[in-house]
């Protein structure tokens, strides 16, 4: 039996503070775990009552399947934290054939921010399969 919680796909994506631009989404980034799962992130507002900024992940999906996954997004200094207890708080969903989905964290950093992704399937519907094993 596979593993019910898949650790799969950590990336850290570093952005200059000084040339990032609220409007600008980085460049795509290919998983670490998944050859056909990309992201790219851009940060937003302040919010002043968080204290944290909004950051946005998009994520676009090249299987010829639809994609269903957990991600969350928290700052580098908390990587190996969430790496060990593989806690996620979103699930999403991205279409085949380049079907995108974006996300949005808070997260308690102005230049940086670490995504992780687990408890993936690649199929029609999100249920009635094992998650994937990655593919790299």
């Known amino acids: ?10 990336l850290m994506f570093l952005l200059s503070a000084n040339s990032f631009s609220q409007s600008s989404w980085g460049y795509w980034q290919q998983t670490d775990c998944l050859e056909g799962l990309d ?5 937003g507002e302040y919010n ?9 992940i998009e ?3 090249r299987y010829s399947n639809n994609i ?42 102005s230049s940086e921010i670490y995504v992780y992704v687990n408890r993936i399937r690649i199929n029609d519907k999100d249920w009635g399969v094992d998650y994937y094993d990655c593919d790299k």
């Open 1 to 10: 039996m596979k593993k019910l919680v898949f650790l799969s796909t950590v």
């Open 39 to 43: 992201f790219r992130v851009k940060r």
């Open 48 to 56: 002043k009552y968080a204290k944290k900024y909004k950051w946005y």
């Open 59 to 61: 994520f676009r999906n």
């Open 68 to 109: 269903h996954f957990s991600c969350i997004a928290v700052e580098p200094s908390r990587r190996s934290e969430i790496r060990n207890s593989g806690k996620t708080s979103d699930r999403t969903h991205a279409k085949a054939n380049g079907g995108t989905t974006t996300v949005w964290f808070l997260v308690n950093s």
